[in-house]
T-cell receptor, first 112, second 113 residues
Framework: GENVEQHPSTLSVQEGDSAVIKCTYS??????FPWYKQELGKRPQLIID?????GEKKDQRIAVTLNKTAKHFSLHITETQPEDSAVYFC???????????FGPGTSLSVIP | DTEVTQTPKHLVMGMTNKKSLKCEQH?????MYWYKQKAKKPPELMFV???????INESVPSRFSPECPNSSLLNLHLHALQPEDSALYLC????????????FGPGTRLTVL
């Protein structure tokens, strides 16, 4: 079955710097890659997603890139702010296995 | 209404109790999910309902029993739980079972004594 790995497990950046979180997946049939943000004590919420027919997607300070050949995808957050502090989960999904597989998560701390 | 709601927010139960968790969505989503989440871990899929039918059971012990009475409601019946079942139980819904955003409820914090 699909396996999603995520690095780093913890990340600490200064406010205003960029943060990058990287994920890899194993199943070449995976074709949908969402990213969820979970603040402490809150529910996971989708922040951005990308489908396999697209290499990059951007939404204001957040961007995601996908390399299908290498089975890598990454989250880029620019001009980080303290409210970006949270746990970020990458995930993979496919109609072939009909569910979402989450990575283990990255705890991001933005230091004011 | 673009939210998934869950009740109760907190639940404490003994190992011999029977309780139920409830989840509701009014977004017309056809897929609904139960996840279990331990601290500092990702959500762990338990069950998937598609068009009110159970489509995935991730080998969950029978002390957890899901039910989907209609397209808007999802229940999780609990019986004879163990202390290691203490966790945050998240419900989610999505327009379809794959390749679409999942909307999570706020969760039920369950403690089994």
């Amino acid at each position: 079955g699909e396996n999603v790995e995520q690095h780093p497990s913890t990340l600490s950046v200064q406010e205003g710097d960029s943060a990058v979180i990287k994920c890899t997946y194993s199943d070449s049939a995976s074709n949908y890659f969402p990213w969820y943000k979970q603040e402490l004590g809150k529910r996971p919420q989708l922040i951005i997603d990308i489908r396999s027919n697209v290499g990059e997607k951007k939404d204001q300070r957040i961007a995601v890139t996908l390399n299908k050949t290498a089975k890598h995808f990454s989250l880029h957050i620019t001009e980080t702010q303290p409210e970006d502090s949270a746990v970020y989960f990458c995930a993979a999904s496919s109609t072939s296995y009909d569910k979402v597989i989450f990575g283990p998560g990255t705890s991001l701390s933005v230091i004011p | 209404d673009t939210e998934v709601t869950q009740t109760p927010k907190h639940l404490v139960m003994g190992m011999t109790n029977k309780k139920s968790l409830k989840c509701e969505q009014h977004m017309g989503h056809r897929a609904m999910y139960w996840y279990k989440q331990k601290a500092k871990k990702p959500p762990e899929l338990m069950f998937v309902y598609s068009y009110e039918k159970l489509s995935i059971n991730e080998s969950v012990p029978s002390r957890f029993s899901p039910e989907c009475p209609n397209s808007s409601l999802l229940n999780l019946h609990l019986h004879a739980l163990q202390p290691e079942d203490s966790a945050l139980y998240l419900c989610a819904s999505s327009p379809e079972t794959s390749r679409s955003e999942q909307f999570f409820g706020p969760g039920t914090r369950l403690t089994v004594l």
